[in-house]
C-alpha cells in the first residue's frame, strides 16, 4: 500500500465539536486500515479560550502539543492539573475523563485507538 500524505494539515482549523457552549475543535486526518476495534484515527484538536471541555475518553488517546497562546491546561478526574506547553506528550488512558481549557487557544496532534467518527 503507498504511503499517503495530508500537506500542511495542521495549517487547517478543524471543525467544531457539537457540544454546546464548548469552544473545542476536531479534525480527523487518517484512520487505519486495521479490523474493527484495532483502528487507529489521528488529528488535529484546537481548544479555544471560553467553555472548557470535559471528556470521557472511551478509548487510548495520545496527544503531542504543538502551539500555545495563553495558558493551556488539563485537569484530570482526579484534580491534577498541568499546564502544557508545545512539546508536550499526553496520555489519556480509556475512563479518564479529562477538562481542556485555554486562555488563548492549543493546537495539538493526537492519535486514538478508535474507528473514524467514534471520537
Do not use: W
Not at 469552544?23 to 484495532?38: C, H, M, R, W, Y
Not at 471528556?55 to 502539543?65: G, L, Q
Amino acid at each position: 500500500m503507498p504511503l499517503q500524505v495530508k500537506p500542511a494539515a495542521q495549517l487547517v482549523k478543524p471543525p467544531s465539536i457539537p457540544s454546546p457552549g464548548n469552544n473545542s475543535f476536531l479534525g480527523e486526518v487518517f484512520t487505519s486500515d486495521a479490523p474493527k476495534g484495532q483502528e487507529i484515527t489521528s488529528g488535529f484538536y484546537r481548544q479555544e479560550a471560553g467553555e472548557p471541555l470535559v471528556y470521557t475518553y472511551t478509548y487510548d488517546e495520545m496527544k503531542i502539543v504543538l502551539e500555545v497562546e495563553g495558558e493551556f491546561t488539563i485537569t484530570d478526574e482526579t484534580g491534577h492539573k498541568i499546564i502544557a506547553k508545545p512539546g508536550d506528550v499526553l496520555f489519556f488512558p480509556k475512563g479518564s475523563t479529562i477538562t481542556f481549557a485555554t486562555t488563548g487557544y492549543a493546537l495539538n496532534f493526537y492519535t486514538g485507538l478508535r474507528g473514524a467518527g467514534e471520537g
